[in-house]
């Protein structure tokens, strides 16, 4: 079976007849436990209880029930970031995925109930399912996330707290599986941020069309290495860019941390002179999401930010 999906949204709905909560960065996964056993699904129907060792026994023990969530892993900053479980998202050697469940342990957010001893919820409302969620004892590695009736107010806090969104939920809404619904909202935010330019990349093919920048955050760590950005680049901009950028080349990385071969692979260098804004999804992750060149801030220095 494949999970109901949300729909994006223009605007977050208000009023008793939705509940709102967080829009976690992780893999979705249906957690079905059928006979003592129990078996973890992606999105796509693959198989994949062997990648999540921490998660594959449920808290109610061999009690038969079919559950939807999210698995989600913490980033250095305390954020979920759907990078940190790349390693662990393919795995399908039990000794290798036990070896990163200890260094990179996994929590799974159980937000609906859809089978519960024998008992088919799909067509029970939204209501009914969370009501039966929250009256099971969940914990450990598999936590229920709460519900939030205020949906402008935890947009706001996700925003200022550097989370991916909001999912907004009407609570008549029964469960469809494989449907994009119109029940279900999905609010992503994007923010603008200034960063450091340490370096450019040529246009593949090109030796001196500035295609895209690299860019990091002054910390207390030094200059870290957080992306490259080449959207929002267009001709005029990669002009004015490789203007600016052609009094800054030095011989050597100016970041204080490895920039990855990939990404270092044919970069020139630049003194950290230069600050750009860029909008990018999510804020306090350890490389840029969905990066897109904003402008060039001529009124920050590094030191600035």
Same mark, same amino acid.
């Given at each position: 079976?494949?999970?109901?999906?949300?729909?994006?949204?223009?605007?977050?709905? #208000?009023?008793?007849?939705?509940?709102?909560?967080?829009?976690?960065?992780?893999?979705?996964?249906?957690?079905?436990?059928?006979?003592?056993?129990?078996?973890? +699904? #992606?999105?796509?129907?693959?198989?994949?209880?062997?990648?999540?060792?921490?998660?594959?026994?449920?808290?109610?023990?061999?009690? %038969?029930?079919?559950?939807?969530?999210?698995?989600?892993?913490?980033?250095?900053?305390?954020?979920?970031?759907?990078?940190?479980?790349?390693?662990?998202?393919? $795995?399908?050697?039990?000794?290798?995925?036990?070896?990163? #469940?200890?260094?990179?342990?996994?929590? =799974?957010?159980?937000?609906?109930?859809?089978?519960?001893?024998?008992?088919?919820?799909?067509?029970?409302?939204?209501?009914?399912?969370? @009501?039966?969620?929250?009256?099971?004892?969940?914990?450990?590695?598999?936590?229920?996330?709460?519900? =939030?009736?205020?949906?402008?107010?935890?947009? @706001?806090? +996700?925003?200022?707290?550097?989370?991916?969104?909001? &999912?907004?939920?009407?609570?008549?809404?029964?469960?469809?599986?494989?449907?994009?619904?119109?029940?279900?909202?999905?609010?992503?935010?994007?923010?603008?941020?200034?960063?450091?330019?340490?370096?450019?990349?040529?246009?593949?093919?090109?030796? %001196?069309?500035?295609?895209?920048?690299?860019?990091?955050?002054?910390?207390?760590?030094?200059?870290? =290495?957080?992306?490259?950005?080449?959207?929002?680049?267009?001709?005029?901009? #990669?002009? &004015?860019?490789?203007?600016?950028?052609?009094?800054?080349?030095?011989? @050597?990385?100016?970041?204080? %941390?490895? $920039?990855?071969?990939?990404?270092?692979?044919?970069?020139?260098?630049?003194?950290?002179?230069?600050?750009?804004?860029?909008?990018?999804?999510?804020?306090? =992750?350890?490389?840029?999401?969905?990066?897109?060149?904003?402008?060039?801030?001529?009124?920050?220095?590094?030191? @600035?930010?």
């Amino acid at each position: 079976m494949r999970p109901m999906l949300a729909t994006r949204g223009t605007h977050v709905p #208000s009023g008793d007849t939705w509940t709102h909560e967080v829009k976690w960065d992780g893999v979705r996964a249906l957690t079905e436990v059928r006979d003592g056993t129990l078996r973890m +699904t #992606s999105r796509n129907e693959n198989a994949i209880t062997i990648a999540w060792p921490e998660l594959s026994a449920s808290p109610l023990g061999d009690r %038969d029930l079919l559950v939807d969530g999210e698995i989600i892993a913490l980033n250095a900053r305390g954020l979920p970031d759907f990078r940190t479980l790349q390693d662990r998202m393919h $795995v399908r050697k039990a000794t290798t995925a036990a070896r990163l #469940s200890v260094e990179v342990p996994a929590i =799974y957010m159980v937000f609906d109930l859809l089978r519960l001893d024998g008992r088919n919820l799909l067509g029970e409302s939204l209501q009914v399912r969370r @009501d039966l969620l929250a009256g099971l004892e969940i914990n450990g590695s598999w936590q229920v996330p709460a519900p =939030y009736d205020d949906g402008a107010m935890l947009h @706001d806090a +996700t925003l200022q707290q550097g989370l991916e969104g909001i &999912v907004s939920k009407r609570l008549t809404s029964t469960y469809r599986p494989g449907e994009r619904s119109p029940h279900w909202l999905k609010f992503a935010h994007r923010h603008r941020l200034s960063y450091v330019v340490g370096g450019w990349r040529p246009q593949e093919g090109s030796s %001196d069309r500035l295609a895209a920048l690299l860019v990091g955050e002054p910390t207390s760590q030094g200059l870290l =290495y957080r992306g490259r950005v080449g959207s929002g680049i267009g001709p005029k901009q #990669s002009a &004015v860019l490789a203007e600016l950028v052609a009094t800054l080349g030095r011989a @050597d990385s100016p970041f204080d %941390d490895e $920039v990855p071969r990939v990404d270092a692979r044919g970069t020139h260098w630049l003194e950290p002179a230069l600050v750009i804004d860029i909008d990018t999804h999510g804020r306090g =992750y350890d490389r840029l999401r969905q990066p897109s060149f904003q402008g060039v801030r001529p009124d920050l220095n590094p030191e @600035d930010l």
